[in-house]
């Protein structure tokens, strides 16, 4: 599918979501609240078949957050970018992707250890890196403690 295909037919299948493309890949720009619905859509249609979640992300960009989802099929040989922003920086969340790709538990993991998103309906979410009792998410742009260099 070119790219231009898989915009029309995630549009009918999914007409709230905007797209970006400025980058390599297509990417679709979705609410948090309609992430799970879309990545069923994009998992489970035999025209998409999304089966291989490569990598799950977020960048702080300040004054909201931003979850990053790198998708490819490899039936159909086309990879995926979906984006959801999260507005809330104190307490942000966002549905667990984990019942999809079994690869996103590690994955939300991490961005739960480093950034402190907690995904929702997640089995088992736990920091990877840091202790359990560690203060604040190092990833996050407003992180410090006494140990860092200051530029």
């Known amino acids: 599918m070119t790219k231009e295909e898989l915009k029309s037919a995630i549009s009918l299948s999914s ?9 390599e890949f297509l990417t679709v720009l979705i609410t948090p609240d309609d992430l799970l619905p879309l990545m069923n859509i ?12 490569f990598c799950l992300t977020c ?14 099929s490899r039936t159909h040989q086309h ?13 942000p969340k966002i549905e667990s992707v984990n019942n999809i790709w079994k690869t996103a538990e590690l994955h939300e993991d991490e961005v739960f250890d480093l950034f402190g998103v907690t995904f929702l309906n997640h089995p088992n979410l ?21 140990n860092m260099i200051k530029l």
């Open 79 to 91: 990879c995926l970018v979906v984006k959801a922003k999260i507005t809330d920086t104190l307490q």
């Open 59 to 72: 960048i702080d960009w300040k004054d909201h957050l931003m979850m990053v989802y790198h998708l490819q």
């Open 15 to 23: 007409p709230t979501v905007t797209y970006d493309e400025s980058g």
């Open 126 to 146: 736990r920091r990877l890196f840091l202790e359990a009792d560690w203060n604040g998410f190092p990833l996050r742009k407003n992180y410090t403690d006494e």
């Open 42 to 53: 994009l998992r489970s249609k035999a025209e998409f078949e999304f089966d291989y979640l």
